[in-house]
């Protein structure tokens, strides 16, 4: 009985890997028609050599010593500000002792005549931050007008902003007394003039402006005798002659 069951046992096995082999044999050949567009590489086959960028021509260029740029000597420029364009540009509006208008010692700031908007003395505030005691006069020759000394003086002062807005001081000695002139409102950059500079009848200062508390570009011009704030229409009047 045990030797009938082992041999029956061998004879099974036997079978079963031999049906085993014939369908993996027939699952091989399926999947090569399968998958015709598969090929199979071999290990040996070389493929195509790309070339290095070593081997590649390198090409050069030279560059002549005739394009080199030359060196900028920056000791062949001045710098001329804009303030000295417009000094250069107006220079003496008087011709120095050419007779006529504003000739002499004392002179208007403009030679010629121009509209006078607001007089010396008390008035309604025209604008926010404008005073209600006006100490000086209002001239009203146009922006960018430009602006000359009254009389031979030295800049005492030159300041930006507040009421006044851009504005300087120039103190003089006239038929013996101090007396400083006030322009005020200048275009900002527009005086060629620091405190200290020495200034002659009918120099140029500066624009006619809008800085500070305006209502429309013009010159503020004050007259202090001692300090002391006068009525410049009829000061100027008496010591011009007009």
Known sequence: MTTHS?????ARLRRVLSSTGILGILGLFTLTF???????????QSFEKIPSADAAEVQTLEVSEAAEVAAVDRSDYDV?????????????AYGGSVGGEGSGAVRWPFPYAV??????????????????????????PGAGTPIYAIADGVVSGYQEGWGYGTHL????????????????????????LSPGDTVAVGDFIGLVGS???VTAPHLHLEIRIDGVAINPLPWLAEKTGR
């Open 6 to 10: 082992a041999s029956t046992h061998r």
């Open 115 to 140: 509209p006078m908007s607001d007089g010396f003395g008390p008035r309604a505030a025209p604008c926010s931050g404008c005073s209600t005691m006006h100490r000086g006069i209002d001239l009203l």
């Open 169 to 192: 001081f120039i103190d003089h000695s006239i038929d013996g007394q101090s007396v400083t002139s006030l322009y005020a409102h200048l275009q900002t950059g527009s005086s060629p």
């Open 34 to 44: 399968a998958l015709p567009g598969i090929a199979p590489v071999s290990a040996t």
């Open 80 to 92: 001329t500000t804009y303030a000295e364009l417009l000094a250069a540009r107006y220079g003496n």
């Open 211 to 213: 800085t500070g508390a």
